[in-house]
Antibody, heavy 121, light 106 residues
């Protein structure tokens, strides 16, 4: 069974940093692109970042480019999101999500339960 | 950037109703469109990919159509479990979600 479990969400002050993790299991992690998607309280879904299966291709939404860094550890079935220079607009539940088809751009077929990041003084 | 616009934002319907949600892309995305269902406090669930392909395990009352810039999600006979928020997503160029359509009980 595919499982994605996010962790690392917390209350952080504006300008601060946070690192999110996503532990994957139940599939061959190294074959799939992985993504972070966020959802601000009461708002819609916003794609944040994508990393290819081997980690060589990385994409970011304009809203986080230059502040967030996605990475992965295929040996340990883990996905990460380093978030710097946080603002209150980054307050959201952050989901880890798997791309549906290996090695191609595709929608997201498995999602974690999410981890809440709150940016506030 | 490709923008996705859903309509309506909210839809009131009764059990058994046929429901249609529309999603428009700001430029052609061929058939690279997915639909998701999200319930409060839960992660989104993939329903349809490539505009009209049903994800495994999704009931056949859900269907999708369209190509280019205009797409629809149809629920043929609304069930109690279907009251939720629905999002379209383009994956022609990176990934963009529509703003969502909340299907509520009439």
């Amino acid at each position: 069974e595919v499982q994605l479990v996010e962790s690392g969400g917390d209350l952080v002050q504006p300008g601060g940093s946070l690192r999110l993790s996503c532990a994957a299991s139940g599939f061959t992690f190294s074959s799939y692109s992985m993504n972070w998607v966020r959802q601000a309280p009461g708002k819609g879904l916003e794609w944040v970042s994508d990393i290819s299966s081997g980690g060589s291709n990385i994409y970011y939404a304009d809203s986080v480019k230059g502040r967030f860094t996605i990475s992965r550890d295929n040996a340990n079935y883990s996905l990460f999101l380093q978030m710097n220079s946080l603002t209150d607009e980054d307050t959201a539940v952050y989901y880890c999500a798997r791309s549906r088809v290996p090695y191609t751009i595709s929608p997201f077929d498995y999602w974690g339960l999410g981890t809440l990041v709150t940016v506030s003084s | 950037d490709i923008q996705m616009t859903q309509s309506p934002s909210t839809l009131s319907a009764s059990v058994g109703d046929r429901v249609t949600i529309t999603c428009r892309a700001s430029q052609s995305i061929s058939s690279w469109l997915a639909w998701y269902q999200q319930k409060p406090g839960k992660a989104p669930k993939l329903l349809i990919y490539k505009a009209s392909s049903l994800e495994t395990g999704v009931p056949s009352r859900f269907s999708g159509s369209g190509s280019g810039t205009e797409f629809t999600l149809t629920i043929s006979s609304l069930q109690p479990d279907d009251f939720a928020t629905y999002y379209c997503q383009q994956y022609n160029s990176y990934w963009t979600f529509g703003q969502g359509t909340k299907v509520e009980i009439k």
